[in-house]
């Protein structure tokens, strides 16, 4: 198996000067291409791919390049925060495994520049230690932070209770391993002012370092979404429940897509008005990581509400970075828990209203498709067979994972005791 070489990782801002790029690592190992991020005012409008030729391209260079492609980039509309900004919750549920990212995580959305939010870090495994106690003393240092507890196994359960506690107007969710744009806040409460008939606001991820062939290959997997760069608003259809309509700008784009996609946004940046989660009863704690499913939870909450006529807004200036798994068994079974997750969250939609199932008929021409595209996508960034394998076969084993983790949530809820936080871990 061929493995793939590392990529560097940089953003250019239109208008400023452009540096130097060079291909040349710490270790005296190189890169092989650059992944550029284009952005206006800091807001994302583009990406690129500059191959190195065992050179460092010039600014020079880099601006000849990029000349050629600005006219297809477009330029981020003027984006001002609202006169009386909306209070916010920041949820990050975490299984407190990764301190130092879920650290660095915190610290970012602590210091960002907003008015009025707080941010929930809800701790999903508090079994305590002198180290737990520790991470819990340093996160709570920031005067925004607040820290509670989810006895319950799983990323659902955590951002349920997330829910519980927020008193903000809108609810964010991400993840330990994200970093958020400095302007992610105000650019989500932007949006939904500018649209009150947003419901829920997504945006896109883009990849924090591409060092390793896991995350190379992760970031050519196709899971990411998209690269429109614009932004669109999906609502359910009310005459076909079991696709969307898309606006781009105020214009109606022609076809119709299936709620099923899983292409509307992600629970690592995602943010929800919190009267919509109080009615559609927040994520189904059978899904997500952390529970036999693994995943999906986001995929069944966005269907949902798409599903009942809400609508959904991909703003690209709600903007984060991932900091993709680094070797190979990370990322075998993260695909793994995608496939189950889908499959898993599509068995969820089913149980709830047997109608999923003719929506999914329908979707059945299309999923060739889509799977046909993406295989010939991954044949050319040279994706691992055996990865696309496992991803199968996590979507054989969903539906059996879902009514599995169906059972063990129901018993652990019966079961489980509230845990009692010991008061040296309470700032």
Same mark, same amino acid.
């Given at each position: 198996?061929?493995?793939?070489?590392?990529?560097?990782?940089? $953003?250019?801002?239109?208008?400023?000067?452009?540096?130097?790029?060079?291909? /040349?690592?710490?270790?005296?190992?190189?890169?092989?291409?650059?992944? @550029?991020?284009?952005?206006?005012?800091?807001?994302?409008?583009?990406?690129?791919?500059?191959?190195?030729?065992?050179?460092?391209?010039?600014?020079?260079?880099?601006?000849?390049?990029?000349?050629?492609?600005?006219?297809?980039?477009?330029?981020?509309?003027?984006?001002?925060?609202?006169?009386?900004?909306?209070?916010? $919750?920041?949820?990050?549920?975490?299984?407190?495994?990764?301190?130092?990212?879920?650290?660095?995580?915190?610290?970012?959305?602590?210091?960002?520049?907003?008015?009025?939010?707080?941010?929930?870090?809800?701790? %999903?495994?508090?079994? /305590?230690?002198?180290?737990?106690?520790?991470?819990?003393?340093?996160?709570?240092?920031?005067?925004?932070? =607040?820290?509670?507890?989810?006895?319950?196994?799983?990323?659902?359960?955590?951002? %349920?209770?997330?829910?519980?506690?927020?008193?903000?107007?809108?609810?964010?969710?991400?993840?330990?391993? @994200? &970093?958020?744009?400095?302007?992610?806040?105000?650019?989500?409460?932007?949006?939904?002012?500018?649209?009150?008939?947003?419901?829920?606001?997504?945006?896109?991820?883009?990849?924090?370092?591409?060092? $390793?062939?896991?995350?190379? /290959?992760?970031?050519?997997?196709?899971?990411?979404?998209?690269?429109?760069?614009?932004?669109?608003?999906?609502?359910?259809? &009310?005459?076909?429940?079991?696709?969307?309509?898309? /606006?781009?700008?105020?214009?109606?784009?022609?076809? =119709? $897509?299936?709620?099923?996609?899983?292409?509307?946004?992600?629970?690592?940046?995602?943010?929800?008005?919190?009267?919509?989660?109080?009615?559609?009863?927040?994520? &189904?704690?059978?899904?997500?990581?952390?529970?036999?499913?693994?995943?999906?939870?986001?995929?069944?909450?966005?269907?949902?509400?798409?599903?009942?006529?809400?609508?959904?807004?991909?703003?690209?200036?709600?903007?984060?970075?991932?900091?993709?798994?680094?070797?190979?068994?990370?990322?075998?079974?993260?695909?793994?828990?995608?496939?189950?997750?889908?499959?898993?969250?599509?068995?969820?939609? @089913?149980?709830?209203?047997? =109608?999923?199932?003719?929506?999914?008929?329908?979707?059945?021409?299309?999923?060739?498709?889509?799977?046909?595209?993406?295989?010939?996508?991954?044949?050319?960034?040279?994706?691992?067979?055996?990865?696309?394998?496992?991803?199968?076969?996590?979507?054989?084993?969903?539906?059996?994972?879902?009514?599995?983790? =169906?059972?063990?949530?129901?018993?652990?809820?019966?079961?489980?005791?509230?845990?009692?936080?010991?008061?040296?871990?309470?700032?």
């Amino acid at each position: 198996m061929d493995l793939p070489a590392p990529m560097l990782v940089t $953003t250019v801002e239109v208008g400023q000067p452009l540096p130097d790029l060079s291909p /040349w690592r710490a270790d005296g190992t190189r890169y092989a291409a650059a992944h @550029i991020t284009v952005r206006d005012g800091g807001v994302p409008v583009g990406r690129r791919r500059v191959e190195f030729a065992d050179r460092v391209v010039t600014a020079g260079e880099l601006a000849e390049y990029l000349t050629g492609l600005w006219h297809d980039v477009q330029r981020a509309p003027v984006r001002r925060l609202p006169a009386e900004a909306p209070f916010i $919750t920041v949820v990050v549920p975490s299984a407190m495994q990764r301190p130092v990212q879920l650290a660095r995580c915190v610290s970012r959305l602590a210091t960002l520049d907003y008015p009025s939010f707080e941010v929930i870090v809800v701790d %999903n495994r508090p079994v /305590w230690t002198a180290e737990r106690a520790a991470l819990h003393a340093e996160l709570a240092e920031h005067s925004r932070v =607040r820290i509670v507890c989810q006895p319950v196994p799983g990323a659902s359960a955590a951002r %349920n209770r997330g829910i519980a506690e927020a008193r903000g107007d809108i609810v964010a969710f991400t993840d330990d391993d @994200i &970093d958020v744009d400095p302007g992610w806040l105000a650019a989500i409460a932007h949006r939904f002012t500018a649209d009150p008939q947003t419901d829920c606001v997504s945006g896109y991820v883009f990849p924090a370092s591409l060092e $390793t062939p896991a995350q190379v /290959w992760f970031e050519n997997s196709g899971s990411t979404i998209g690269d429109e760069f614009a932004v669109l608003s999906h609502q359910g259809d &009310d005459t076909d429940r079991h696709t969307v309509r898309t /606006w781009r700008a105020g214009a109606l784009l022609a076809e =119709r $897509t299936p709620i099923y996609r899983g292409i509307f946004g992600g629970s690592g940046n995602l943010a929800v008005r919190a009267s919509v989660l109080a009615q559609f009863g927040g994520f &189904d704690e059978s899904l997500g990581a952390g529970s036999l499913a693994q995943g999906g939870e986001d995929l069944e909450l966005l269907t949902r509400l798409l599903y009942h006529g809400r609508r959904i807004t991909m703003d690209p200036a709600v903007a984060v970075s991932h900091h993709h798994r680094e070797d190979y068994a990370g990322l075998r079974k993260q695909m793994f828990g995608y496939g189950v997750g889908y499959a898993a969250a599509l068995t969820a939609l @089913i149980l709830s209203d047997a =109608r999923h199932l003719f929506g999914l008929a329908r979707l059945a021409g299309r999923v060739a498709r889509v799977a046909a595209k993406r295989r010939q996508v991954r044949t050319v960034v040279q994706y691992p067979a055996r990865l696309r394998w496992i991803e199968r076969c996590g979507l054989l084993l969903g539906p059996l994972a879902y009514l599995r983790s =169906r059972r063990a949530i129901a018993r652990h809820k019966n079961t489980s005791q509230p845990v009692a936080q010991p008061a040296e871990a309470v700032p």
